[in-house]
């Protein structure tokens, strides 16, 4: 398991939550509208815009579809933790593939975090 702090993990669902209220008022829709589209509540999307309320990846994807960007650019670019080098190299790799969907981003991102192994002492 990668050992992060809860002030990070925090911070990433924060800075997801930004990117799509960011992405919403580009596109000069409500949270209503976009929530409605999404199927969840106005309150959940204005819960995560906010960072209160940390996204699951497949209500991400159908956010991001709604919005009509990629997921991928609803996530941070950079990730404070100590897989940070791991991370850069993944996403640098996402930046050479243009044509990745969301469904390969996820499943890229899963094997990518699930190859890396905990400090020790930190088990």
Known sequence: MIDQSDSAIDG???DIGRR????RIRMGSTQAQIAARASMTRSSLANIEAGRQR???HILVSVAEVLGVDVVELF???IANDNQAGLDAFF????????????DFIQGAIAQL???TPKEGNG
């Open 12 to 14: 990433f669902y924060a």
């Open 20 to 23: 799509i209220r960011d992405a």
């Open 55 to 57: 996204i699951p990846i």
């Open 76 to 78: 941070p670019t950079r």
């Open 92 to 103: 640098m790799q996402l930046d050479e593939e243009p044509e990745i969907t969301s469904r």
């Open 114 to 116: 699930g190859s890396q």
